[in-house]
């Protein structure tokens, strides 16, 4: 069974700094590329970033680009997400993903999905 479990969202004030961790079990994690997406209130699930199996290729959403990075640890089958200047915009329900295929992640497609972290961003 596959699981993919998010830690590290919380309540932050605007300009401040959260790191999320996506723990990985029962895939061949270095197989896999990773992903983070979110979710807010009333709008559509949106890609935030995606890393190649590798860590080879790295692809942000405009968004994000700047402030948040990216990362993974193959021997700890876990991936990353640094956000810094974060705003009130950035506050959803953030989600990793797994897919074998980098590309198909940046277009929202996943094999794997896990439950998600609330992340909120006070003003």
């Known amino acids: 069974q596959v699981l993919l479990v998010e830690s590290g969202g919380g309540l932050v004030q605007a300009g401040g700094s959260l790191r999320l961790s996506c723990a990985a079990s029962g895939l061949t994690f270095s197989n896999y590329a990773m992903g983070w997406f979110r979710q807010a209130p009333g709008k559509e699930r949106e890609y935030v970033a995606v890393?190649?199996?590798?860590?080879?290729?790295?692809y942000y959403s405009d968004s994000v680009k700047g402030r948040f990075t990216i990362s993974r640890d193959n021997a700890k089958n876990t991936v990353y997400l640094q956000m810094n200047s974060l705003k009130p915009e950035d506050t959803a329900i953030y989600y990793c993903?797994?897919?074998?295929?980098?590309?198909?992640?940046?277009?929202?497609?996943?094999?794997?999905w896990g439950q998600g972290t609330q992340v909120t961003v006070s003003s």
């Open positions: 890393i190649s199996w590798s860590g080879a290729y790295i």
């Open positions: 993903a797994a897919d074998s295929n980098d590309y198909d992640l940046t277009m929202g497609y996943g094999d794997y």
